[in-house]
């Protein structure tokens, strides 16, 4: 098997994976984000050879055997771009059925970026450690819930209070999979242990009030169960008629308070996690999925700790 020439502007020192370039590891966080399944340089392709001496070759980068497909990642170096269409050419005439895509950096940047990895990205990143729950499964599982909700308030008209800011992707998608009219509020609060037990200080209030609405609290995720246990309190008092909670993200291993949630979407292990709206110091929210951090990523910024919100 004839090595591949690699491109002339490739570092010193290759990364610690057998990766030729960073950025096919990376391509490979886009795949395992999708599920799709790969293969690193499988195989060799022959392209010229001579009394049966191999004088040229294409490995390509990835095989998808899933969509039968072999990639080509390219680097915007014009020099290197004509070389490997001269060689793509060569390869498609001798291989006519086998399915090979060039994949330019910038196409590849452009989709990293899309999908929170990326040039427009770069500090989050740096701080991810993997994708927990991809956006697939986030949309499919809010579906689910959304369709639960519906049955479960037919012939009502819910009245979803969201908590702030964390909530915001969940509370979006979630309304929207309710097939029922549906009002929404939002608040903002911060918790603290106080004398008679944990409170609520309330920093944003709903603007309407709940006495006899069938009001559900749509959170974010639920750790210790301080925050919640100690907003449905506040929120009882104001007499709703019915008052129920539906939580994303459910952190059972750390519960303190013994909360009630109606509906979970997802129990997550006993890690800091981010995207999908939640936060670490105002970070990370808008990555379309939920990731853990690195740890030493966290460690390293544990100085500025987060406040609950
Ligand atoms: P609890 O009072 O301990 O249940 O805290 C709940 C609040 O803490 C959530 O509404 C989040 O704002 C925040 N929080 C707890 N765990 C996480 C996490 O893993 N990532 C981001 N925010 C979190
Ligand atoms: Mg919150």
């Given at each position: 098997m004839t090595a591949k020439a690699k491109d002339a502007e490739q570092p010193p020192s290759a990364p610690a994976a057998n990766f030729a370039h960073a950025s096919e590891e990376d391509f490979t966080h886009i795949l395992d984000f999708y599920g799709v399944a790969w293969q690193y340089e499988p195989r060799s392709?022959?392209?010229?050879?001579?009394d049966g001496r191999v004088l040229?070759?294409?490995t390509p980068d990835f095989y998808l055997?899933?969509?039968?497909l072999y990639i080509?990642?390219?680097?915007?170096k014009q020099s290197l771009v004509t070389e490997k269409h001269r060689k793509l050419r060569r390869f498609q005439e001798r291989?006519?059925?086998?399915?090979?895509?060039?994949?330019?950096?910038?196409?590849?940047?452009?989709l990293l970026a899309k999908y929170g990895f990326g040039p427009f990205s770069e500090v989050e990143v740096a701080g991810i450690h993997e994708v927990l729950i991809s956006a697939s499964a986030l949309e499919h599982r809010v579906g689910e819930l959304g369709a639960a909700l519906s049955r479960e308030y037919r012939g009502r008209?819910?009245?979803?209070?969201g908590v702030l800011r964390g909530v915001t992707c969940f509370m979006a998608d979630l309304m929207r999979h309710i097939s029922l009219p549906v009002s929404i509020d939002f608040m903002a609060i911060?918790?603290?242990e106080g004398d008679q037990g944990s409170l609520v200080r309330i920093l944003k209030d709903l603007d309407e009030p709940l006495a006899g609405r069938d009001v559900l609290v749509v959170e974010d995720i639920v750790d210790t169960g301080m925050t919640l246990n100690a907003l449905l309190q506040e929120l009882r008092q104001r007499g709703p008629a019915s008052l129920k909670v539906c939580a994303l993200l459910d952190k059972r291993a750390r519960r303190l308070v013994d909360v009630p949630i109606d509906y979970v979407g997802f129990e997550v292990p006993d890690e800091f996690v981010v995207g999908y709206g939640l936060d670490f110091r105002q970070k990370f929210r808008n990555l379309p999925f939920v990731a853990t951090?690195?740890?030493?990523w966290l460690t390293a910024h544990a100085e500025d700790k987060q406040r609950p919100e």
């Open positions: 392709f022959t392209l010229r050879e001579e040229e070759a294409f055997p899933d969509l039968d080509e990642l390219t680097t915007l291989y006519p059925d086998v399915q090979v895509k060039l994949l330019h950096k910038a196409d590849y940047l452009s008209e819910p009245h979803l209070v911060s918790s603290y951090l690195k740890r030493d």
